[in-house]
């Protein structure tokens, strides 16, 4: 038999791929209570329907949450693709060891007790790793959430997230090194109906880390843009790499790089045994390669949302059309700052609108269509479509307001605009109610609660996709030599 250091290496990203593709899945530790670490995942799976099979492993019982329970990975006694750990720290060795011995090519590692607690901890995670080199096989983890897949059903994860919120599949793809940060994208693009591809929490990162997770999202077929949630990069050479696939691919990676401050790089040190460097050469590398950073998880979500809808504009320029004066003024001043333009309106735009403006309206840009819209909503799709057919813009930004009692009638209105509408139109809708939002997104439109928000994704977007356009351009160097 051929050694398995002597194999050739796989494709960046092949070994997580197989993981998340599992389609058989050992529980060692497996809980009768769903409501445990080891207790979740199965009862997430049963309950969200996992494509595979589920093989739950304890030694104390025969049967868990009405499976039959092995009391132990080599008593299973068929093919297992995936084996969840959440023992003690001191047992996952000898778990992983017998897992390899019956064949398994791929473990998470939910425990604690590794790298983040010292140096006994960083022992014991340093024997995880070479196992993992010298057997070839996958571990994410150990001190991670785990990883799901919303095609399959796969959820090797014990998240709060999906205590009550069913799986919904999307393109929106996230890799993190936080848990718990992990969670709370998981729970804000479920509740707005985004939903997701792939979900992976690398934690402290044995062997599968974040470039990896990249590398394997950035060849996903279901993901079109790659959140990141990063404290520290192991392998510069590796992650650079892992962005430019990504940006060769045509995948955003919005990216949150905590640890910026001295406090922050402290916390990231006992949160995952993260070595923090210099934020500025983070900074460098992300802007380098294509990656847009952020500030927050909300900034991330709205960026990506406007490229999952098909709603990036293909330049600066807007159209800026309102029920109220003052918001127009407001949007066209958060444009200027954000290196954004609200240009004239050709002429022929000019001439078609004002046919379709009180008399005491002027069709100039920013549109103030007043409230002479709750008389008459079809008037909106039809300055809508005349402004949106202006050689001069790129995009639409629409301000509304309240006006519930219209709300069918308007958002109709907006859909019917959003199918035919050569540029996209972004909503701006103070106060809405929950249904219209449901209602606009449905039909594929971007839905802000308030104005510094939309503009800020706005304007995030349009630089990741400069970043990733000049990423395309200027590849890394492949024999780049790593650095840690």
């Known amino acids: 038999m051929t050694h398995p250091s002597l194999l050739p290496s796989p494709a960046p990203g092949a070994r997580l791929r197989a993981a998340l593709q599992a389609r058989s899945v050992a529980i060692v530790g497996a809980s009768a209570d769903p409501s445990k670490i080891t207790g979740r995942p199965l009862a997430y799976m049963l309950t969200r329907g996992f494509e595979g099979r589920l093989h739950p492993v304890n030694p104390a019982r025969s049967q868990v949450q009405g499976l039959r ?5 080599a008593a299973i006694g068929e093919p297992v693709d995936l084996a969840i750990i959440g023992t003690g720290a001191d047992q996952v060795e000898g778990v992983i060891a017998e897992g390899i011995a019956a064949g398994i090519r791929a473990f998470v590692v939910f425990s ?9 901890g960083r022992v014991l995670q340093q024997r995880l790793r070479a196992l993992a080199r010298s057997a070839g096989v996958a571990i994410v983890g150990p001190n991670c959430l785990g990883l799901a897949n919303s095609a399959t059903g796969l959820i090797a994860s014990f998240t709060t997230a999906l205590e009550s919120t069913p799986l919904r599949r999307g393109g929106f793809g996230l890799v993190s090194q936080s848990g718990a940060l992990g969670a709370y994208w998981m729970d804000i693009v479920l509740r707005s109906g985004l939903g997701f591809s792939q979900w992976v929490t690398t934690g402290n990162e044995c062997d599968i880390d974040a470039a990896e997770a990249i590398a394997c999202l950035a060849d996903d077929d279901d993901t079109r843009v790659i959140g990141l949630y990063l404290e520290d990069i192991h392998d510069t050479a590796a992650f650079r790499l892992a962005l430019q696939r990504a940006a060769a691919a045509g995948k955003p990676v919005i990216a949150i790089k905590s640890g910026r401050s001295a406090a922050g790089a402290a916390a990231a040190a006992s949160h995952t045994g993260a070595l923090a460097g210099d934020d500025a050469l983070y ?12 500030g927050s998880l ?4 709205d960026v990506a949302r406007l490229f999952l809808r098909h709603s990036v504009p293909a330049g600066p320029r807007l159209a800026v059309m309102s029920v109220s004066g003052g918001a127009g003024v407001m949007i066209a001043d ?14 022929a735009t000019c001439h078609a609108l004002r046919p379709l403006l009180p008399a005491f309206a002027s069709p100039a840009n920013p549109l103030d269509i007043t409230g002479n819209v709750v008389q ?7 300055a809508l479509l005349a402004v949106a057919r202006d050689p001069n813009v790129d995009a639409i930004v629409l301000f509304v307001g309240m006006m519930h009692s219209i709300a069918g009638a308007f958002t109709a209105a907006l859909a019917e605009v959003r199918a035919v509408a050569p540029r996209p139109v972004i909503v701006v809708w103070m106060s809405a109610l929950p249904e219209t939002i449901a209602t606009l997104e449905a039909a594929g439109l971007c839905v802000f609660a308030d104005i510094p928000p939309a503009m800020q994704a706005l304007a995030g977007a349009l630089r990741a996709r400069a970043l990733q356009a000049a990423a395309r351009s200027s ?4 024999g780049e030599p790593a650095a840690t």
């Open 69 to 73: 329970c092995h009391p132990s990975l």
């Open 112 to 120: 604690s007790g590794f790298a983040e607690t010292g140096d006994t």
């Open 283 to 294: 900074d460098a590398c992300l802007l380098q390669h294509g990656a847009l950073r952020v």
């Open 298 to 301: 909300a900034e991330m979500v």
């Open 334 to 347: 958060e444009a200027e700052v954000r290196q954004m333009s609200v240009p004239p309106f050709d002429t």
């Open 376 to 382: 008459d909503t079809g008037g909106i799709a039809r």
């Open 475 to 478: 590849p890394v160097p492949a």
